[in-house]
């Protein structure tokens, strides 16, 4: 535009502004080769133009979806269903002849054998609903050890300090309370594994009722109440 002899430019737009920064820029590099300066400005803007370009966000969703593991492909094809445990629970009533530790591994094993034949690996209960007896496992060979540990239980909380005074609660006479605490002094609980079957009791290992009592709460017999309880899987 011309105005007497003098030439008014054009407001420059925006998009021009940023060209002549950049055409500045180049400028102030001394390059022997123009085109080593458009190479360069094509460098420049190389990054940008394929970060908005349909192509490069194509690209980026694509490598987006692909899985991050193999692993869950590999177990959501698998089709191996999980084992459902399986379930049991006897009840036994085992009356000792006597005060003292008796072994009933055998009454244990016949009233749990067909259940326990289909599970390979699982997880057996024994509790004996009691107050004044009460299970545990040691050696099931020379009776001498049964005998031993009666003996030795007598001698940790002897019948004597229902007598002296030592206990209050005697209603029951003198096996009365030293009973209660050899019962959980020994436990009255078991948890034994099985393996293909059977329990994995060691070889030298029964299970042992300790009956703590001479004749039973208020005279009464020694009847015991076992409740077994089988959990596992084939």
């Known amino acids: 535009n011309e105005v007497g002899s003098e030439i008014v430019q054009p407001h420059p737009r925006p998009i021009d502004q940023r060209y002549q920064q950049q055409k500045e820029t180049l400028s102030m590099v001394h390059f022997r080769s123009p085109s080593k300066a458009?190479?360069?400005?094509?460098?420049?803007?190389?990054?940008?133009?394929?970060?908005?370009?349909?192509?490069a966000l194509s690209i980026h969703s694509f490598v987006s979806a692909q899985p991050?593991?193999?692993?869950?492909s590999l177990c959501s094809a698998s089709n191996t269903a999980p084992a459902i445990p399986m379930w049991a629970q006897h009840e036994i009533s085992i009356t000792a002849p006597s005060r003292g530790c008796h072994l009933i591994t055998s009454e244990v094993n016949k009233a749990i054998h067909k259940d326990i034949a289909s599970m390979k690996i699982g997880m057996a209960n024994l509790f004996i609903q009691h107050t004044s007896a009460s299970l545990t496992i040691n050696e099931n060979a020379d009776p001498d050890v049964r005998r031993d540990m009666e003996v030795a239980l007598n001698k940790i909380c002897p019948g004597q300090w229902t007598k002296d005074g030592t206990f209050h609660h005697t209603m029951e006479g003198e096996d009365d309370m030293p009973g209660h605490v050899k019962s959980s002094l020994m436990g009255v609980s078991l948890n034994i594994p099985i393996k293909n079957g059977r329990l994995a009791l060691g070889t030298w290992q029964g299970i042992y009722l300790?009956?703590?009592?001479?004749?039973?709460g208020?005279?009464?017999?020694h009847t015991r109440r076992i409740i077994i309880t089988l959990q596992g899987q084939s």
């Open 68 to 72: 991050t593991s193999t692993s869950t």
């Open 218 to 221: 208020w005279g009464g017999g």
């Open 210 to 216: 300790n009956e703590h009592r001479d004749q039973g």
């Open 38 to 55: 458009h190479r360069l400005f094509l460098l420049l803007l190389l990054p940008a133009s394929l970060a908005f370009s349909p192509a």
